[in-house]
C-alpha cells in the first residue's frame, strides 16, 4: 500500500490584535494540518516572542482565502480552487465563548416578536398583548424586578414590535399586529405608565412587520396586504383623525382609555404580490423589503418606487440590515440564510448561502456590534449564532427553545435574545 506523501506549505499568520501577533515571515506548515495544528503552532510563537504563558493563549479561528478554515488546510484550499505553491496568508483571531443561556421568561401566549436596547426589553405575543422589561435586572436574575409593564395592546395577536425612541424618559415603541393596525406608544419609565398616542390606519391586512428610521423619525410597515407604508413617529408630521371609524363605535374600549386619534400614512409603495414579511431602512431614504414572492426590493422613498429588484427561488420571510457591513441577510422558505450586497456590483446576487437549519427560517438579525456575526432562528426549534466568513456551519447552536422560534434580535450589546412558540422568550449572554 502506498504511503501517503508528506506535503508543506508556506503561510504567513496575520493578525489584527497586536498582543497576539507574531513574526511576520513565512513558515512551513503541513499541507492537511488540522484547526488545532495551526493553534499549537500560534501558541508556540506567541509564547516564544513574548511573556504569555501557554495557558494564557486563547483558542483562535483562522480565515484563510476569506473564509473561516473548518475544515482541513488542503481540503480548505482545494474547495476555493487555490494553488498550494503560493505563500498563503491566513489571519487568525480569538476564537468567540459560546453564548451562555441567561433567563428565561414566560408569557401567556406564543412570542412572535422582540426587540432590545441596552435597557429596555419590548416582546408581543399572540393574545394581543406587549410586555415591557428591564435588561438590567434581567443580567441580575431578578425576574419578577425585570417585568414592568403587560398592555393590553391590540385587538388580534401583535406581529412586530420595535422601540422607536429611547433617549429620555419617555420612550416611544410601535406594535403591528393581525388587527390590520399598527399602533403608536408612549412609555414613562419613571411613572411606568403608557399611552397609544396614534392608530395608523391603512394596510387591509395582518401587518406583518416594522421597522424605525431613528435620524428621520419615520417607520416603515409591511403587511399580508402587499404593501409597504412609511409613517411618521411624530403623529404631527401626518394628518391626524381623532374620530374613531364607526365599526369601532361600540368597542370596548382598550386599556388606554380614551379615543385614539387615527392616522394615515406618508406614502404607500407597491410592488410586491405576497405577503412583506420584513423591512429593514438601508439609507435615509431606502428601504429593503422581504416577500414571499420570492423577491427582494429596493425601495427609494424619495421617488416612492423600486430602485433594485433581487429575484430568488423561494419565500423571503424576514430581512435584516447591518450599517456596520452594509449587507442584508435573508431567512428562506428552502432553510437556507442568503446574503446580498446591494451596493456592489453582482448586488442581485447571492453573496453568500448559510446552511445548517432544517426547517423554515423565521427570522435573522445583525449583531449591532460585530461586522460579521448574526443570529439566526428557525421552524427546528433553534437559534444559531453564525459568522459570515463561515457559511458551511454556524459558530454555535443556541438550544432551550421547545417549539418554533419566531424571533431574534441582536440589538443588545450582550444579550442574544428570542422568542418562541413555546411562550417564553429565552436570554443568551453573548460575547462579541
Known amino acids: 500500500m502506498e504511503e501517503k506523501k508528506n506535503i508543506d506549505v508556506l503561510v504567513k499568520f496575520v493578525t489584527k490584535q497586536k498582543q497576539y501577533a507574531v513574526p511576520g515571515v513565512s513558515v512551513s506548515v503541513p499541507a492537511d494540518a488540522s484547526n488545532e495544528d495551526l493553534n499549537e503552532i500560534i501558541k508556540t510563537y506567541i509564547c516564544q516572542g513574548s511573556k504569555i504563558k501557554a495557558a494564557d493563549v486563547p483558542t483562535f479561528d483562522?480565515?484563510?482565502?476569506?473564509?473561516?478554515?473548518?475544515?482541513?488546510?488542503?481540503?480548505?484550499?482545494?474547495?476555493?480552487?487555490?494553488?498550494?505553491?503560493?505563500?498563503?496568508?491566513?489571519?487568525?483571531?480569538?476564537?468567540?465563548?459560546?453564548?451562555?443561556?441567561?433567563?428565561?421568561?414566560?408569557?401567556?401566549?406564543?412570542?412572535s416578536s422582540v426587540h432590545s436596547t441596552e435597557e429596555w426589553l419590548l416582546t408581543g405575543c399572540y393574545d394581543n398583548t406587549l410586555h415591557i422589561w428591564d435588561v438590567k435586572n434581567l443580567g441580575r436574575g431578578r425576574i419578577k424586578d425585570a417585568h414592568k409593564l403587560k398592555i393590553p395592546a391590540h385587538?388580534?395577536?401583535?406581529?412586530?414590535?420595535?422601540?422607536?425612541?429611547?433617549?429620555?424618559?419617555?420612550?416611544?415603541?410601535?406594535?403591528?399586529?393581525?388587527?390590520?393596525?399598527?399602533?403608536?406608544?408612549?412609555?414613562?419609565?419613571?411613572?411606568?405608565?403608557?399611552?397609544?398616542?396614534?392608530?395608523?390606519?391603512?394596510?387591509?391586512?395582518?401587518?406583518?412587520?416594522?421597522?424605525?428610521?431613528?435620524?428621520?423619525?419615520?417607520?416603515?410597515?409591511?403587511?399580508?396586504?402587499?404593501?409597504?407604508?412609511v409613517w411618521a413617529v411624530d403623529d404631527k408630521k401626518q394628518s391626524t383623525d381623532i374620530q374613531r371609524d364607526k365599526e369601532e363605535e361600540g368597542e370596548n374600549k382598550?386599556?388606554?382609555?380614551?379615543?385614539?386619534?387615527?392616522?394615515?400614512?406618508?406614502?404607500?409603495?407597491?410592488?410586491?404580490?405576497?405577503?412583506?414579511?420584513?423591512?429593514?431602512?438601508?439609507?435615509?431614504?431606502?428601504?429593503?423589503s422581504a416577500s414571499w414572492d420570492h423577491t427582494i426590493r429596493i425601495w427609494d422613498t424619495d421617488i416612492g418606487g423600486?430602485?433594485?429588484?433581487?429575484?430568488?427561488?423561494?419565500?423571503?420571510?424576514?430581512?435584516?440590515?447591518?450599517?456596520?457591513?452594509?449587507?442584508?441577510?435573508?431567512?428562506?422558505?428552502?432553510?437556507?440564510?442568503?446574503?446580498?450586497?446591494?451596493?456592489?456590483?453582482?448586488?442581485?446576487?447571492?453573496?453568500?448561502?448559510?446552511?445548517?437549519?432544517?426547517?423554515?427560517?423565521s427570522s435573522v438579525s445583525w449583531s449591532s456590534t460585530n461586522q460579521f456575526t448574526f443570529?439566526?432562528?428557525?421552524?427546528?426549534?433553534?437559534?444559531?449564532?453564525?459568522?459570515?466568513r463561515s457559511p458551511k456551519a454556524p459558530m454555535y447552536d443556541l438550544i432551550g427553545h421547545k417549539k418554533r422560534v419566531e424571533a431574534v434580535d441582536w440589538s443588545h450589546s450582550k444579550y442574544i435574545i428570542s422568542g418562541s412558540q413555546d411562550c417564553t422568550v429565552k436570554a443568551y449572554t453573548a460575547k462579541n
Not at 414613562?188 to 423619525?217: I, M, P
Not at 382598550?254 to 420584513?278: F, I, R, Y
Not at 443570529?375 to 459570515?388: L, P
Request: some cysteine.
Open 62 to 111: 483562522f480565515i484563510v482565502e476569506g473564509q473561516i478554515l473548518r475544515r482541513l488546510l488542503d481540503q480548505h484550499l482545494q474547495k476555493l480552487g487555490k494553488s498550494f505553491e503560493n505563500v498563503i496568508s491566513i489571519e487568525y483571531f480569538e476564537r468567540l465563548p459560546p453564548p451562555t443561556p441567561k433567563e428565561s421568561l414566560n408569557h401567556d401566549d406564543w412570542v
Open 155 to 229: 385587538n388580534a395577536p401583535v406581529k412586530a414590535v420595535t422601540w422607536a425612541k429611547t433617549d429620555s424618559d419617555v420612550k416611544t415603541f410601535i406594535s403591528t399586529s393581525i388587527d390590520q393596525s399598527a399602533y403608536i406608544w408612549k412609555w414613562d419609565s419613571n411613572t411606568n405608565t403608557v399611552d397609544c398616542v396614534s392608530r395608523c390606519c391603512g394596510h387591509s391586512q395582518s401587518v406583518e412587520c416594522v421597522a424605525v428610521d431613528q435620524l428621520k423619525g419615520l417607520f416603515v410597515t409591511g403587511s399580508w396586504d402587499t404593501r409597504l407604508k
Open 254 to 288: 382598550k386599556s388606554k382609555g380614551d379615543k385614539v386619534p387615527k392616522t394615515t400614512p406618508l406614502l404607500t409603495m407597491a410592488g410586491h404580490s405576497e405577503t412583506v414579511g420584513g423591512v429593514a431602512w438601508t439609507d435615509v431614504s431606502e428601504i429593503a
Open 306 to 361: 423600486i430602485k433594485t429588484q433581487i429575484a430568488g427561488n423561494c419565500a423571503f420571510f424576514c430581512i435584516s440590515w447591518s450599517p456596520l457591513n452594509k449587507t442584508l441577510i435573508t431567512g428562506c422558505a428552502d432553510n437556507y440564510i442568503r446574503l446580498y450586497d446591494p451596493r456592489s456590483s453582482e448586488g442581485t446576487l447571492c453573496q453568500q448561502r448559510f446552511a445548517s437549519h432544517t426547517k423554515w427560517v
Open 375 to 388: 443570529v439566526s432562528g428557525g421552524y427546528d426549534n433553534t437559534v444559531k449564532q453564525w459568522d459570515a
